[in-house]
């Protein structure tokens, strides 16, 4: 877990801009969150506003404790229990029925709602100050990189937020599992922290996982989690020689080197190296992207990692990032 930074006395501040309907960013294991009271229409739908994000984007309700889940949806399957016993507090979201505590315009219409406890103790606290339910998508504005700083959270969002209740870098860095609880078999909705491999020792079956393509949630629609600079995936080996290739047309290329080309020479704007680890490269990999951002790249080269374990979701997230943009 990550170190408390937050003060008692941020805590109850929090809490208090909670109750008042106002919007505080928190931190959680995955990413930072932007927070409303989860039963306040006129807050749930300031973060609509705030983040530019369409309201029939459902948002997920964050909740103090697996203890609670019963106040906030209805009919929970055993399944769904089970996974909230191995994995709450953590980075795992289940979609299940909606409560009647759940105003629709937390859930963009939907009769369903996601749900998660999140393993950060400043958000536990925060949680437990404020006694109810906090909905928070990620702090970003809509299709944007998510924040796993303060800072990034302030350049997102500067002084649309009523407050920023600090808990330090997020240690996972790549946003919640959800999993889909409300039909015959789970299903995975997006890949996240907690990896398709150890849902499935639990439920001791496999879980089907969506195809990126496939717009099944919104969090799917092509260009998400994007960065400025267009983002072009490429076959390890080929990363170099596309990125040397983009430069000399004159891009300004941000190069993700992969393990695999570790201390190659390559001729670009700016290079990161790509982590071995998985654990590393998921904490790191949207710092990664607004480092290329700001040091002024138009074009990032980058390739997949092998897709077990975190590896899936970090490729998720790169393929979103490369997805077509919008055109409006
Ligand atoms: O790690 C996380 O999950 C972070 C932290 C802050 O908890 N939150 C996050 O929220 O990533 P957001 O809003 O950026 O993504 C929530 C995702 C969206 O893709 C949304 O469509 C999906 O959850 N979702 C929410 N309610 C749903 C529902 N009832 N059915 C299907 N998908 C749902
Ligand atoms: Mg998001």
Redesign the pocket.
Request: net charge positive; glycine share 10%.
């Given at each position: 877990m990550a170190r408390v930074t937050a003060r008692t006395s941020d805590i109850e501040k929090a809490a208090g801009v909670l109750r008042a309907g106002g919007l505080v960013a928190?931190p959680?294991e995955?990413?930072?969150?932007?927070g409303a009271n989860a039963e306040d229409p006129a807050a749930v739908a300031r973060i609509f506003q705030v983040k530019g994000?369409p309201p029939s984007?459902?948002?997920?309700v964050?909740i103090g404790g697996g203890e609670y889940l019963d106040d906030w949806v209805k009919d929970v399957p055993a399944t769904a229990r089970l996974l909230a016993e191995h994995f709450w507090p953590g980075?795992l979201?289940l979609?299940l029925r909606?409560g009647r505590r759940v105003p629709l315009e937390a859930?963009?219409g939907?009769e369903?709602?996601?749900v998660?406890v999140?393993a950060h103790p400043v958000a536990l606290a925060l949680l437990a100050a404020f006694g109810g339910g906090v909905t928070?998508?990620?702090?970003?504005r809509f299709g944007q990189v998510?924040p796993t700083t303060t800072n990034d959270v302030r350049a997102e969002l500067g002084d649309a937020v009523d407050f920023v209740l600090d808990g330090g870098p997020c240690t996972?860095g790549?946003?919640?599992t959800?999993v889909?609880v409300t039909g015959d078999a789970p299903s995975i909705?997006?890949p996240?922290?907690v990896t398709r491999e150890e849902l499935e020792a639990v439920l001791g079956r496999p879980l089907a996982v969506p195809s990126t393509t496939r717009v099944?949630?919104?969090?799917?629609h092509p260009s998400h989690y994007a960065p400025r600079a267009r983002v072009v995936l490429v076959e390890p080996e080929k990363v170099v020689a596309e990125a040397e290739r983009a430069q000399d047309l004159g891009h300004r290329v941000g190069v993700f080197l992969p393990p695999s080309m570790a201390g190659a020479p390559v001729k670009a704007h700016a290079v990161v190296s790509v982590p071995p680890s998985m654990g590393d490269y998921a904490r790191r990999l949207y710092g990664f992207l607004r480092e290329l951002d700001q040091r002024g790249c138009d074009l990032i080269v980058a390739s997949l990692p092998v897709e077990e374990g975190l590896g899936l979701a970090i490729a998720n997230r790169l393929r979103l990032a490369a997805g077509p943009r919008a055109t409006v």
């Open positions: 928190l959680t995955t990413v930072y969150g932007l994000r984007h459902p948002l997920i964050h980075p979201t979609v909606r859930t963009g939907l369903t709602v996601a998660r999140p928070a998508p990620s702090a970003n998510s996972v790549v946003e919640s959800i889909d909705l997006r996240g922290g099944r949630v919104p969090g799917q």
